[in-house]
């Protein structure tokens, strides 16, 4: 039930977006109760006079690879979770996508259930409710 | 109050931006108890590689004519607003734009009236406060 | 811990942008409890068809000038700061950048601390707690 968008300065090819796109949704597979196929994402690229961020407020310097993730959910996660989903994600992107840990901000809202829906003019229902 | 912005894959001609753009605000005006002059949008049209959901998730089978709306309103509504606002906007987009229920998605945020300056530097006040 | 998003019509010259990003924010540190390297924003410049308002609702008259901030902060704010910001805001772009206030639009967010990570995968941690 996420919905992400992904807001970078740099120019990525296809298979860079493709990479980038996994990272973000195995992180949150695996540390955010996201169901496999419950994937939907948004990559924004910018030039650098349109991505304005600080160079070192809470980080130690963020460079051109910066990359901000604007998450939005559908219900609540516990601090535990969301710790282990920043840093997990943070880990992966810095493992398999080579940015370095300063570049990496992440922004979570949520929302509730019933403010989702998926298809066919109908709201979600949640199925441990069904 | 609401402000939506709407994804696409498809690369419309403007004509056809009017059309949609129509067809969400009659939807928000009959059934989300929005005023017919409450008129706020953005549309972001974005390559396959930019805009990435999954084909079957909640849905029949999603194409390259899935369109998410993200709607941020300034008051709560009923759960039955938001199911006849779901409704009908899948099944106008069905009659008049020809795009299937399966690919039509929708996400609601809500804040207050307090959140919202709409010009003149003056925080809203809700009329019926007057 | 801001993040802001404007969104406006014109295709406004990077020296522009530069100009736009200062005055917001200038309008944050000062009246919305913003530190001074607290400075997070996306610039998004789109076409009339794709940036949609309507002319007068709750304003005198909008035009091309048009520009909506849509911000996103870690904690809430009072009611005074909200009025403040908003006259600040207005003000500030009317005698350093000409935008008449009929064409300033602001729309705020909030979610809470635990929902920003600013870097090294780690969840911000107010510094009133620490």
Chains 1, 2, 3 share one sequence.
Not at 47 to 62: D, K, M
Request: proline share 5%.
């Amino acid at each position: 039930m996420p919905f992400t968008r992904i807001m970078l300065r740099q120019n990525y090819p296809e298979e860079k977006l493709r990479q980038l796109s996994k990272i973000l949704h195995q992180a949150l597979t695996e540390e955010f109760a996201v169901p496999a196929e419950d994937c939907f994402q948004v990559i924004e690229m910018l030039p650098a006079s349109q991505l304005i961020f600080n160079r070192h407020y809470l980080s130690g310097t963020r460079s051109e690879d910066f990359v901000l993730f604007h998450i939005l959910a559908g219900k609540q996660r516990s601090i535990e979770q969301k710790k282990n989903f920043y840093h997990a994600l943070s880990r992966k992107l810095f493992a398999k996508f080579n940015i370095h840990p300063d570049n990496v901000m992440v922004i979570i809202q949520f929302n509730t259930a019933e403010d989702w829906s998926f298809s066919g003019g109908r709201m979600y229902i949640p199925e441990d409710l069904c």
